[in-house]
Nanobody, 128 residues
Framework: QVQLVESGGGLVQAGGSRRLSCAAS??????????MGWFRQAPGKEREFVAA????????YYADSVKGRFTISRDNTKNTVYLQMNSLKPEDTAVYYC???????????????????WGQGTLVTVSS
């Protein structure tokens, strides 16, 4: 069974920073076989793509709304993916989820509903 566990959420003031982590585990789960992504869901809205990273960190992709402010990275030795969030805005308030899929970054962007593994999410609240 694969587990993705997000951490790092909390309350932050507008303009501040926060780093989210997502630790992956599972008896047969090979982290480096998977592209990893971050998604978010604000109250009353659908879940949306935020950022994705390829298995070897060779490629990254960001939603326009976070480009230049958020950075996704991964450490395959720790089975962990990170999301560094800077210059946070109140509209970044959401539950943030990580996901894993062997289909690559493209799958992360266009096939959100069918990704293989999801975490339970961590809430980020940005106060104005």
């Amino acid at each position: 069974q694969v587990q993705l566990v997000e951490s790092g959420g909390g309350l932050v003031q507008a303009g501040g920073s926060r780093r989210l982590s997502c630790a992956a585990s599972g008896r047969t789960f090979i982290f480096s076989n998977y592209a990893m992504g971050w998604f978010r869901q604000a109250p009353g809205k659908e879940r949306e793509f935020v950022a994705a990273i390829s298995w070897n960190s060779g490629s990254t992709y960001y939603a326009d709304s976070v480009k230049g402010r958020f950075t996704i990275s991964r450490d395959n030795t720790k089975n962990t993916v990170y999301l560094q969030m800077n210059s946070l805005k109140p509209e970044d308030t959401a539950v943030y989820y990580c996901a894993a899929d062997r289909g690559g970054i493209g799958t992360m962007v266009i096939n959100l509903r069918d990704l293989e593994h999801w975490g339970q999410g961590t809430l980020v609240t940005v106060s104005s």
